[in-house]
């Protein structure tokens, strides 16, 4: 069974810092593409970051690009998200997703992360 499972999402004060992690369990993850999506209210979802299996290489939306940082644990089979100086308009809900080797994609449940003074 697939499971995807976000966690430390929370309220910070604009400029704070978060960490996201996500734990994975049920596929390859060693060979599975990880990102961090969001979703604000009447938005559509967005990618925040991506990782690639090998490798590690990464890219970013532009508009957390210097602030976010991607990072994956291939042995603990997880995958983190270091989010600083955030920003109000960061406030949303950030889902984990998996691409696996058969191009199957796998979606967390999400964790709310709300930027407010």
């Known amino acids: 069974q697939v499971q995807l499972v976000e966690s430390g999402g929370g309220l910070v004060q604009p400029g704070g810092s978060l960490r996201l992690s996500c734990a994975a369990s049920g596929f390859i993850f060693s060979r599975s593409t990880m990102s961090w999506y969001r979703q604000a209210p009447g938005k559509n979802r967005e990618l925040v970051a991506a990782?690639?299996?090998?490798?590690?290489?990464?890219n970013y939306a532009d508009s957390v690009k210097g602030r976010f940082t991607i990072s994956r644990d291939n042995t603990k089979n997880t995958v983190a998200l270091q989010m600083n100086s955030l920003k109000p308009e960061d406030t949303a809900v950030y889902y984990c997703?998996?691409?696996?080797?058969?191009?199957?994609?796998?979606w967390g449940q999400g964790t709310q992360v709300t930027v407010s003074s």
């Open positions: 990782i690639a299996s090998a490798g590690g290489g990464t």
């Open positions: 997703k998996a691409v696996d080797t058969w191009s199957i994609t796998y």
